[in-house]
């Protein structure tokens, strides 16, 4: 008796060529509902990890490149990674060499597509002590402390040091002008993080608790590495247009109520290490309204940011007064919905920045906004101006 043969999906090639169609297609739908996703802002298997282990690839090359290029050139140095990844050097340079190895750095890193910032450069009559930033992928990678010191042409060491001795001390040069940018009124529509991702910039994004996608913006914003504010309703002038009137701090709330509301707040995002007034007028301009809010920010370890929606704010003051870490809105850049006026906002920004050493700006994410912002950085990186989250103008 023969016996018969078991029945198999491969037993043709055409068999074998449908199987495999079917495994491709299932991959490619996949794929394609991962690319989706990773779009929108959300966390997917593939794209994040393939996005993570690229960039962290990309930074532990060109650590080791700079290893290389310190160690070829007899340089002394030493370096730490801290615990959000980033590589710290401390590189003691010989006299008049430091030219010739930043030209070198800043050579590799365009190769790389990143970007070179200077951060602080102080000098003395015995050395320059200089800071840099390294971004790569549109992160902070790198921070150098590079420490040069000064030569005397023709002097021999005993000499340096006797007219060290003699020579008073230079003048610090002034660190670079600084600029801060908040995005306010996040979390009414979806996906606003992807926007500010793409603009590839330290900016800081305030978030309305009470909106619909406050939550998920959150998440997105701080994956990507963006700053974030809790951007707290309070009590305008015009009471009518408050809704809801429970997500308000207004003029009679209690302390008690403010630290239940900044609780709440904290609850969706987390991340956020202080806040800014969403509205407000009339809260701001009130001292015992406004001195509730601060007590409870100072309980809470909170910093403020007074938006300024009235010319009467005494937020920022007495801010100070309470030993709350605090800043101030120097120009809002869409006070008018307009391309052309939001570019003429942004340089006056510029220009405060120049003139104070700092300058805090407030925009939405209109349209018009970004636009007016992607289009305007080339001529603020050319005046050496830095852009920094706004925890790094505080007061």
Do not use: C
């Not at 990674?81 to 010739?100: L, N, T």
């Not at 040069?173 to 996906?191: F, T, V």
């Not at 003051?317 to 120097?330: N, P, W």
């Amino acid at each position: 008796m023969t016996r018969k043969k078991r029945s198999s999906l491969f037993t043709s090639p055409a068999s074998w060529f449908l199987f495999s169609s079917f495994v491709l297609i299932s991959l490619a739908v996949v794929t394609l509902l991962e690319y989706r996703d990773y779009q929108k802002g959300k966390k997917t298997f593939i794209f994040s990890t393939l996005l993570r282990l690229d960039a962290e690839k990309s930074r532990l090359q060109f650590n080791d490149y700079l290893i290389g290029l310190l160690r070829k050139n007899s340089i002394p140095f030493d370096y730490f990674r801290d615990s959000q990844g980033v590589f710290h050097f401390k590189i003691d340079a010989p006299a008049d060499s430091d030219r010739a190895l930043i030209t070198a750095i800043r050579t590799h890193i365009n190769r790389l597509k990143g970007e070179w910032l200077l951060s602080q450069s102080q000098r003395s009559a015995r050395q320059i002590i200089t800071l840099y930033e390294i971004h790569l992928r549109g992160r902070l990678t790198h921070i150098l402390l590079l420490s040069e010191p000064v030569r005397l042409a023709g002097a021999t060491e005993v000499e340096e040091k006797a007219v060290s001795k003699k020579t008073p001390a230079v003048a610090k040069p002034k660190a670079p002008p600084r600029i801060a940018l908040i995005i306010d009124d996040i979390g009414y529509q979806d996906g606003i993080s992807l926007d500010l991702k793409d603009l590839q910039i330290p900016l800081t994004a305030a978030i309305i608790p009470d909106s619909p996608y406050a939550a998920a913006e959150a998440e997105r914003l701080h994956s990507f590495g963006i700053e974030t504010l809790i951007h707290l309703p309070m009590q305008s002038n015009n009471f009518s247009n408050h809704d809801p009137a429970t997500a308000f701090v207004k003029i009679d709330s209690s302390e008690a109520d403010i630290e239940q509301m900044v609780r709440s707040a904290q609850a969706i995002v987390p991340w956020a290490r202080g806040i800014n007034n969403h509205m407000g007028s009339r809260i701001t301009s009130d001292p015992e309204a406004i001195e509730r809010v601060l007590r409870v920010l100072n309980r809470l370890d909170l910093f403020f940011v007074d938006s300024k929606t009235s010319a009467d704010s005494q937020g920022y003051q007495l801010a100070k007064k309470f030993k709350v870490r605090t800043a101030r809105r120097d120009v809002f850049i869409d006070d008018q919905q307009d391309y052309a006026y939001s570019r003429q906002q942004i340089r006056k920004l510029a220009a405060l920045a120049e003139r104070d050493g700092k300058a805090l700006a407030i925009g939405h994410p209109f349209p018009s906004t970004l636009a007016a912002l992607k289009d305007e950085l080339s001529e603020i990186r050319s005046r050496g101006i830095r852009l920094v989250p706004v925890s790094q103008l505080l007061e």
